[in-house]
């Protein structure tokens, strides 16, 4: 019904940069929240940032002042810009957004992941 898209992962060197995508495809009917998560091995997933449908951003600390969340209403499509990465950014990455269909029912979609690497 609904589908989220990631790309852009890879491998960088540390103080690299990378910009991951994610786009939502489906029977959509409007987007609230867009997110995206980290999972990094043998760690649980955290948020490492959102954006309303508003454009109001919120960032976990450790990432503050090197990322940057943005997002295409027309396009269905929020963006991750990572500056600054540092080999503690590693890992799978993964966007998340709360979706109404044309149903009506409003529920939190996932994508598939997207693996970050931070190393030299």
């Known amino acids: 019904q609904v589908q989220l898209v990631e790309s852009g992962g890879g491998l960088v060197q540390p103080g690299g940069s990378l910009r991951l995508s994610c786009a939502a495809s489906?029977?959509?009917?409007?987007?609230?929240?867009m997110n995206w998560y980290r999972q990094a091995p043998g760690k649980q997933r955290e948020l490492v940032s959102f954006?309303?449908?508003?454009?109001?951003?919120t960032y976990t600390d450790s990432v503050k002042g090197r990322f940057t969340i943005s997002r295409d209403n027309a396009k269905n499509t929020v963006y991750l810009q990572m500056s600054s990465l540092k080999p503690e950014d590693t890992a799978v990455y993964y966007c998340?957004?709360?979706?109404?269909?044309?149903?009506?029912?409003?529920?939190?979609?996932w994508g598939q992941g997207t693996q970050v690497t931070v190393s030299s």
């Open positions: 998340a957004a709360d979706i109404r269909v044309t149903t009506g029912n409003t529920a939190r979609y």
């Open positions: 489906g029977s959509i009917f409007s987007i609230y929240a």
């Open positions: 954006i309303t449908s508003g454009g109001t951003t």
